[in-house]
């Protein structure tokens, strides 16, 4: 049983606009976190009505949740865009190889 899972691991692979959705969401999952702690730090009021920043284990959850909704929702994006354009697919090495000889 375990040599089914490795050979689907092995079998799995990831393609061009999967891997660069997925670099995509690390990098919006990024900047929407650093958004997100500068704007609740910055909320720490010098006098009046200010709320005071959230907890530190809330800004942990809060961070974790970001990612995760930026790296999904990346992912989803580069799933869709794979079916509809055909240039997403990838090529298999021995395409690739004869590719390369015929040039």
């Known amino acids: ?7 689907k691991r092995k079998e799995k ?10 670099r995509a969401g690390i990098g919006i999952g990024a900047i929407a976190n650093v958004c997100y702690l ?3 730090h910055a909320r ?7 709320s005071p920043p959230d907890p530190v284990w809330a800004q942990f959850v809060n961070v ?3 990612f995760f909704a930026a790296i999904y929702t990346a992912n989803l994006l580069g799933k869709g865009l794979e079916r509809v ?4 697919r990838k090529v298999e090495k021995s395409d690739k190889r004869s590719e390369i000889s015929r040039r």
């Open 13 to 22: 692979k990831r393609t061009g606009f999967k891997k660069l959705a997925v």
């Open 85 to 88: 354009l055909p240039a997403g």
């Open 1 to 7: 049983m375990g040599d089914m899972v490795l050979e």
């Open 44 to 50: 720490q009021g010098i006098q009046g009505g200010m």
């Open 64 to 66: 974790a949740l970001i």
């Open 38 to 40: 500068y704007a609740n």
